[in-house]
């Protein structure tokens, strides 16, 4: 796809992966609108010449902030890429089932919600994408994250059907799949960690290439062992 042009909305734009991706395809001539919920990082993405949205996706409420403030302008793409997730572990407590709702609305729900609600404007593009950030998690979960990785595989599977729908329309699903990359949602674990600038590098590179999958970094060697023996993937991952 040529990005040159195209109208961008990029939730969670404002930190991590997202704020690479905004400066990256704000370099490719697209115009980003992005959406963020801490104040002082919607500002400072402001400050920069960024068009911004202040939402909370975790709840119905944020999507429709989302929504009223795109108004009825053209959408050309839709990158779902705000999400989060905390760890728990039923061996050391119950967890927080606001937690985790909200982890699922986020995640799961509000992608759904706004491809649902922007679609009929995306299908009248000549040329339009949706991309959803998923995670190497998607594949296979680890065990820390039971929630987190729920959502993530569940949004993996609502794109892979979605994308036979739309097979023949104007409209490109891309999954991207960022292994584990040093953003404050990684905070205190993982290592060997990717840059968040060369995450969304990739990213780009297959929303230029109309790639169905972005595989980044570790996460092609990840598809690799799974398309041998998901049995394997699986216990390699879950101990992450
Ligand atoms: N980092 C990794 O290792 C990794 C690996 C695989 C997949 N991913 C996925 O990549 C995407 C980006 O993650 P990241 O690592 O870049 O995380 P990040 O640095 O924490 O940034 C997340 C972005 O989403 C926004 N966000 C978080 N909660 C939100 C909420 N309730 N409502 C609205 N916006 C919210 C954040 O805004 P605030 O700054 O205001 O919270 C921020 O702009 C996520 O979907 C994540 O699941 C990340």
């Known amino acids: 796809m040529q990005l040159a042009g195209k109208t961008i909305v990029l939730t969670g734009g404002t930190d991590g992966i997202g704020r ?4 990256q395809l704000r370099a490719k001539d697209a115009h980003l609108i992005l959406t963020g919920r801490t104040a002082s990082r919607v500002a400072e993405m402001q400050s920069l010449g960024f068009e911004v ?6 709840q119905p409420e944020g999507v429709e902030a989302v929504l009223k403030g795109l108004g009825k ?8 890429n705000a999400g989060a997730g905390s760890d728990h572990d039923f061996r050391e407590a119950q967890p927080d089932l606001a937690d985790n709702d909200r982890c699922i609305f986020l995640n799961l729900n509000a992608p759904i919600h706004l491809i649902t609600r922007l679609m009929a404007g995306l299908k009248s593009r000549p040329e339009a994408m949706i991309v959803n950030v998923t995670s190497g998690l998607a594949i296979a979960p680890r065990a820390g994250g039971p929630v987190y ?3 993530k595989a569940a949004l993996r599977s609502y794109t892979q059907a979605i994308r036979a ?4 329309t104007s409209v490109h699903l891309l999954e991207a799949l960022p292994p584990v990359v040093e953003t404050k949602l990684t905070a205190g ?3 060997r960690k990717m840059a968040p600038a060369e995450c969304a590098r990739q990213i780009v590179v297959g ?14 060697l990840l598809q690799a062992v799974h398309s041998i023996s998901p049995a394997l993937a699986r216990k ?4 992450f």
Do not use: F
């Not at 690479?20 to 400066?23: I, K, N, Q």
């Not at 929303?207 to 092609?220: H, L, R, S």
């Open 149 to 151: 990785c729920a959502t």
């Open 189 to 191: 674990r993982g290592s």
């Open 165 to 168: 729908q739309l097979a023949g």
């Open 20 to 23: 690479e991706l905004a400066l």
């Open 207 to 220: 929303m230029e290439k109309n790639a169905q999958e972005a595989n980044v970094g570790m996460v092609k």
């Open 236 to 239: 390699i991952m879950i101990r």
């Open 73 to 80: 302008r053209p959408i050309d793409i839709l990158i779902n």
């Open 53 to 58: 949205i202040t939402a909370d996706l975790s």
